[in-house]
């Protein structure tokens, strides 16, 4: 789905979560979404971290221990989001596996696809549709 609907869905669901799981790197020099607005904060869980390894094997049971600790369960909405939308997808599939029933891949990710020259967050995803973000 897109990045503007994942935030109608986060707007308009106070059991749905957005799960970030771009690495540590990538929250701190690129940013974050900005959820302070709805009364929410993004989970925060890397799906590898760098250098790219693989998927960390803690990844579902981290998301799962997270999502416990915010009192939802697994039928909960959880959108994914990433830099350009393939690790959250990756992740979207691993928490299905695991028995969550309404995981949502952010299509664009945070920043989108590389434009003409070579810029990400330029055409389409989170940033470029104009949803609110901070950085530090």
């Not at 799981?21 to 709805?38: K, Q």
């Amino acid at each position: 789905m897109s990045a503007q609907e994942a935030f109608e869905g986060l707007s308009s669901n106070e059991q749905a979560v957005l799960v970030d799981v771009r690495t540590r790197a990538e929250w701190s020099f690129v940013g974050l979404p900005d959820l302070r607005a709805i009364g929410k904060e993004p989970i925060l869980s890397e799906w590898q971290s760098f250098p790219p390894s693989g998927p960390r094997p803690e990844f579902v049971a981290d998301v799962s221990d997270l999502l416990a600790k915010k009192g939802l369960d697994q039928n909960a909405p959880i959108y994914f989001l990433c830099r350009s939308g393939a690790r959250s997808q990756a992740a979207a599939i691993a928490l299905t596996q695991a028995g969550y029933t309404q995981c949502f891949n952010i299509s664009d990710g945070f920043e989108g696809p590389l434009d003409a020259d070579g810029h990400r967050g330029t055409q389409s995803g989170w940033k470029a549709s104009g949803l609110p973000w901070i950085q530090n």
